[in-house]
């Protein structure tokens, strides 16, 4: 049976290894980019190809020796085309919006799900305030340059917390950890406060750039855990669903309400035995979609 991709992947040429796209993938020399290219003529952090609405955009880092598409040097953010071809280095990479690996098309309804699995996970969301304001007042290099370093920031902090980053969806972060143990909520309370810390510092670097707009980078974060369902949409590209899922997105959207950059559910709190007493209660909130309401903790 060939190998369906949903959305967009990119096939590096010689090698004829095919690479599914999510919301944001970064390809360079760094061991911790999404695609690392083992040449010394690519950048650290080289290209990033990020999916907006149904399209990709492809965009040069800064890189020392430049992004080529189609034989043309990028200097600003391009959309993608099927078949576009990308050169990094001495790499020549194919694009396509929808690919099997033997190159007949299929449509989304085709898509099958592989080896899914209901567990115990911890779940986490972290999203950009303001971002609608921030797309208006800000050029689009301005904005991409600010959440690339977003991106990295969240990518380090929770790499080294133990997470996996499930997705970037534009402003947003979703990752997880496979077990509900206390060890793991107490890196995940660690992650969001060095993650809210490191906005704040990018907030103050740029401090030029937003404070004519009259604005600060900030984010919010909620934290919860329960069962889901983890398994692979696509071969090799895993991602957790269910309920609870949901309700961790719901819970983030909270931190506007109880005007506290970290949420916590009862159920996250319930299980942290390090850190409860460190807890307090904000009351139960209805949340969109969710039947009952949800009691919610902040962290003193």
Known sequence: MPEIYMDGVIIIENTHKHIPLREVCVLGRKRTVDVVIDDQRVSREHAMIRKEGTSYLLFDLDSANGTVLNGVPVTRPTRLKDGDQIEIGGSRIKFYSQQMADTTRMGMGDATMIGFAEQSMLFLVADVKGYTRLSAALS?????????????????????????????????????????????????????????????????????????????????????????????????????????????????????????????????????????????????????????????????
């Not at 290099?141 to 997705?167: P, V």
């Not at 030029?208 to 983890?230: D, I, R, W, Y």
């Open 140 to 300: 689009e290099s301005e904005l991409t340059g600010l959440m690339r370093i977003w991106y990295a920031d969240c990518q380090e902090i929770l790499g080294e917390g133990g997470a996996i980053i499930d997705k970037f969806i534009g402003d947003c972060v979703f990752a997880y950890w496979t077990s509900e143990q206390s060890e793991n909520r107490t890196r995940a309370v660690e992650a969001s406060f060095r993650l809210l810390d490191r906005t704040q510092q990018l907030s103050d670097r740029h401090a030029s750039l937003l404070a004519p707009h009259k604005m600060l980078l900030e984010c919010g974060v909620g934290l919860h855990c329960g069962q889901a369902s983890l398994g692979a949409m696509v071969r090799g590209q895993k991602t957790a669903l269910g309920d609870a899922v949901n309700l961790t997105f719901r819970l983030e959207s909270l931190t506007r309400t109880v005007g506290e950059p970290l949420v916590l559910s009862e159920q996250f709190v319930s299980g942290w035995h390090e850190g409860r007493g460190r807890c307090k209660s904000r009351g139960s909130h209805a949340l969109k979609g969710i039947p009952a309401p949800v009691e919610v903790f902040v962290v003193d």
